[in-house]
C-alpha cells in the first residue's frame, strides 16, 4: 500500500492563494469521495480541515477549500495568512485492507 | 467535551516491550474506529492500522503488520497500541485519533505520546 503523493513543499506570499495537490489511485483517492486534510503545526497534533472532499468541519475558515478531479485532490488556501504556515497531510480511503491511507505531507511556507 | 488522552512519554531500551495508551471521553466509544500513526522525528505522518472497538476488527498497515498489536478495551474506553521488542527504529511519536463508524475522517486526536528507545 502507498502512500498518497504531495509535494514537498510549496510557499505562498500574505493575500495570496496556493493549492496542494495529493495524488492516488483508483483504489483509494479516486475511487471514493472519502479524502481528507489536516493541518500540522510543529509540536502540535494534527487538525482536521476538510472533510468528503470538500466539505468543512464548524469553525474551519472559509478560506480553506478542498476538489477532486480523478485520481487527484486539492486543498486550496486563499487570502493567506502567517498562521497557515504549516505542514499539511491529504488521507483517503482505501479498498484495501489497510482501509486509510496518508500522504506523505506538504510543508507550507508564507514568506 | 470529547477528548483522547494519550499516555505519557515512554523511554525504553531495545527489546523492551510497551504497552501505549489512548483513554476516550465524552463520546460514545464503541461508535468510532480508533486508529493510530507515527511520526518519526521530522518527518511525515505514517498510518499505522486502526481497530473498531465495538468488535475488535482491527487492521494494519503493511508496514507494522507483525511488528505492531492495536488492542481495546470498551469497558474502559482505551485503545492501545503495543510491541513485544522494540527497536530503536521506533522512536517516534504515535498519535491516536477517532473515526465515526461509516465516515472516513478522524475528527478528534490525542495529543501523541512520544517513545523514545535506546540502549
Known amino acids: 500500500q502507498s502512500a498518497l503523493t504531495q509535494p514537498a513543499s510549496v510557499s505562498g506570499s500574505p493575500g495570496q492563494s496556493i493549492t496542494i495537490s495529493c495524488t492516488g489511485t483508483?483504489?483509494?483517492?479516486?475511487?471514493?469521495?472519502?479524502v481528507s486534510w489536516y493541518q500540522q503545526h510543529p509540536g502540535k497534533a494534527p487538525k482536521l480541515m476538510i472533510y468528503?472532499?470538500?466539505n468543512r468541519p464548524s469553525g474551519v475558515s472559509n478560506r480553506f477549500s478542498g476538489s477532486k478531479s480523478g485520481n487527484t485532490a486539492s486543498l486550496t488556501i486563499s487570502g493567506l495568512q502567517a498562521e497557515d504556515e504549516a505542514d499539511y497531510y491529504c488521507?483517503?480511503?482505501?479498498?484495501?485492507?489497510?482501509?486509510?491511507?496518508f500522504g506523505g505531507g506538504t510543508k507550507l511556507t508564507v514568506l | 467535551e470529547v477528548q483522547l488522552v494519550q499516555s505519557g512519554a515512554e523511554v525504553k531500551k531495545p527489546g523492551e516491550s510497551l504497552k501505549i495508551s489512548c483513554q476516550g471521553s465524552?463520546?460514545?466509544?464503541?461508535?468510532?474506529?480508533i486508529g493510530w500513526v507515527r511520526q518519526m522525528p521530522g518527518k511525515g505522518l505514517e498510518w499505522v492500522g486502526i481497530?473498531?472497538?465495538?468488535?475488535?476488527?482491527?487492521r494494519y498497515s503493511p508496514s507494522f503488520q507483525g511488528q505492531v498489536t492495536i488492542s481495546a478495551d470498551k469497558s474502559n474506553s482505551t485503545a492501545y497500541l503495543q510491541w513485544s521488542s522494540l527497536k530503536a527504529s521506533d522512536t517516534a511519536m504515535y498519535y491516536c485519533?477517532?473515526?465515526?463508524?461509516?465516515?472516513?475522517?478522524?475528527?478528534?486526536w490525542g495529543q501523541g505520546t512520544l517513545v523514545t528507545v535506546s540502549s
Open positions: 485519533m477517532r473515526r465515526m463508524l461509516g465516515r472516513h475522517y478522524f475528527d478528534y
Open positions: 465524552g463520546y460514545s466509544f464503541t461508535f468510532y474506529w
Open positions: 481497530i473498531n472497538p465495538s468488535d475488535s476488527d482491527t
Open positions: 483508483s483504489s483509494d483517492l479516486g475511487g471514493y469521495n472519502y
Open positions: 468528503d472532499v470538500s
Open positions: 488521507n483517503s480511503y482505501t479498498s484495501s485492507s489497510t482501509l486509510e491511507v
